[in-house]
């Protein structure tokens, strides 16, 4: 079974690290985000997130964190897979919501 528990980095050097996933599936830890185009240092920021616990060892997973150094939050939706030599590859899709200061700006606040 996929653990999600512990490090991972990807391919920008972002980390995170998922503490303990509990038999329900659920999960919080620290996202350290590499990369950003907010004005302010970058910090490290809670996640939050739920992992669907298959017997197959390719869970699907989701989580939100909540960026700490600007006003925004991204959630991230993937998928464990077992790589070679056993080795667990976690591929994702994320979706960015910056805060706008009006309705008619809604179009552009979502990447």
Same mark, same amino acid.
């Given at each position: 079974?996929?653990?999600?528990?512990?490090?991972?980095?990807?391919?920008?050097?972002?980390?995170?690290?998922?503490?303990? @996933?509990?038999?329900?599936?659920? !999960?919080? &830890? /620290?996202?350290?985000?590499? =990369?950003?185009?907010?004005?302010?240092?970058?910090?490290?920021?809670?996640?939050?997130?739920?992992?669907?616990?298959?017997?197959?060892?390719?869970?699907?997973?989701?989580?939100?964190?909540?960026?700490?150094?600007?006003?925004?939050?991204? @959630?991230?939706?993937?998928?464990? !897979?077992? &790589? /070679?030599?056993?080795?667990? =590859?976690?591929q994702s899709t994320w979706l960015l919501?910056?805060?706008?200061?009006?309705?008619?700006?809604?179009?552009?606040?979502?990447?």
């Amino acid at each position: 079974q996929c653990n999600l528990a512990g490090w991972w980095e990807n391919d920008l050097g972002s980390k995170m690290h998922v503490s303990e @996933v509990d038999s329900q599936g659920n !999960f919080f &830890g /620290e996202y350290y985000t590499a =990369v950003s185009s907010a004005q302010k240092p970058i910090k490290p920021s809670p996640l939050v997130g739920s992992q669907h616990l298959d017997e197959d060892s390719q869970c699907t997973f989701g989580f939100t964190v909540n960026w700490k150094f600007s006003d925004s939050t991204a @959630v991230f939706v993937g998928q464990c !897979f077992a &790589g /070679e030599g056993g080795e667990e =590859v976690l591929q994702s899709t994320w979706l960015l919501r910056e805060k706008v200061s009006n309705l008619p700006s809604n179009w552009k606040a979502t990447r």
